[in-house]
């Protein structure tokens, strides 16, 4: 007789089932204005982003990312987990179809949450997270309809951040009330990328009924400024 | 008659943060012979979720003793009213400590067997799963919304449409119920199916029980279950789990 059958429940086995998994689309403003300072703060605030994601155990099993730039609107990284990104090299070039992208965005969201379905994963709210420097140069009218819906269904929640020079009113416009746009502060691409990964970690360590407190990023000390 | 098991742990999310245990259950063979079991889990984001749980579980369990020392009860009724008068004892509560009901929140699961008839109800996440034909399976699914962050409350106010109960067929002699924090070590969800490996596994010790009513020793061992490093690697939150089988 082995020592784990005298244990009472010592021979209880286990269901291996998949990690449940957040879903995290960046959609990154890479158009001409951007290049020099910004872009390559913004590169380096997203190598932070991968060392701060895979330093975190939990967000390193459950959180997925995925990268479109604009313009032209580009899906430069599918979803995929922590473990298996590496920040990308990205080059400013072209205007600014930033109603192109939400829509595409939106449109990566949906067809992952299809997917988790389709293999019984279960999955968190998806974050959605702009960042632009611009105004769009394309029209934003179906891709505002889409945020709008998706925040009113509680699909994914949809953050804007405006870098020097954007055009805030207009992200007002997108954005919903409850979410609004949120300045950068100078160049702090490095702090907004570090309380990203920091608040993805906790809504994928979050349990049913939990609200996860994130921290204010208007704060004195954070990494933006409201509106 | 019945012998039955149950513990619960306090999840290391919550030894980490701080916050007490926020699962609560209650178990009792009333003097019509049933076995009554409630389960409830608190939400970690209501203020006295463990209030709200301990209050939910207590109630139906002294609901459901009350219906069935009538004679000739029907034991789904006998649920539902349980289910009905749990929810406004909470509600009531929180009327009187002039806090919102959502401070309150938790699950409810309830189970009562009898030798006439048994049945159960569910609002919220958690598993019910009883062995029928050599086989174990879930009772209600777990009502977790589209996101496995979210669930149902009893004190919602449309928690009425959404509390699920049924009844369970007589020859169902074993249960177990939990929290949903072990949900994910019990259930397959890309096959939506009761694990037998686990079901069998916690029932095993049980059938080992001669006498009807709690057996406490094994109530400690499942309780140092629940607290061993194989479970607590796999499971955060608290964690709940009554095990009942029928003594021939």
Known sequence: ???????????????????????????????????????????????????????????????????????????????????????????????????????????????????????????????????????????????????????????????????????????????????????LRGMSFRELFVWLSNSLGGVARSQPGEQVPLTNPTAPEGWATAG | MWRYSAAKATGTSHIKVGTPCQDRFACKISSSGHMLIAVADGAGSASKADLGAELASATAIASLEESFAADSVDPLEAVQTAMAVARQRVLDEAAEMEIEPRELSSTLLLVALGPDGSAAGQIGDGIIAVKLDDAWSWVFWPQHGEFVNTTRFVIEPDAPDHIETSRLAPEVREVAVMTDGLEPLAIEYASRSAYSGFFEGVLQPLRAVASAGEAEQLSQHLQAFLESPRVRERADDDLTLVIASRVE
């Not at chain 1, 990154?28 to 913004?42: P, R, V």
């Not at chain 1, 590169?43 to 479109?68: C, P, Q, W, Y």
């Not at chain 1, 604009?70 to 600014?96: I, K, R, S, W």
């Not at chain 1, 702009?130 to 994914?156: C, W």
């Open chain 1, 1 to 183: 007789m082995s020592g784990l059958d005298q244990v009472p429940f010592g021979n209880v086995d286990f269901v291996s089932n998949p990690e449940p998994r957040c879903p995290c689309v960046l959609l990154l403003d890479t158009s001409g204005s951007m290049a020099g300072e910004k872009i390559a703060h913004l590169n380096h605030g997203l190598r932070t982003f991968a060392e701060e994601l895979r330093s975190d155990s939990m967000a390193a099993k459950r959180v997925e990312l995925a990268i479109v730039t604009f313009g032209p609107v580009a899906e430069l990284q599918p979803f995929t987990t922590v473990d298996a990104f590496a920040a990308p090299e990205l080059n400013p070039q072209g205007d600014t179809p930033m109603g192109a992208a939400i829509t595409r965005g939106i449109e990566m969201v949906n067809a992952r949450k299809a997917e988790y379905r389709q293999h019984g994963i279960g999955y968190y709210r998806p974050w959605i997270f702009l960042i632009t420097d611009g105004a769009s140069t394309d029209d934003v009218t179906a891709a505002t309809s889409a945020v709008r819906d998706g925040e009113a269904r509680k699909s994914f929640a949809f953050y804007a951040v405006g870098v020097e020079g954007a055009d805030m009113a207009k992200l007002a416009t997108i954005a919903v009330p409850s979410r609004p746009p949120l300045k």
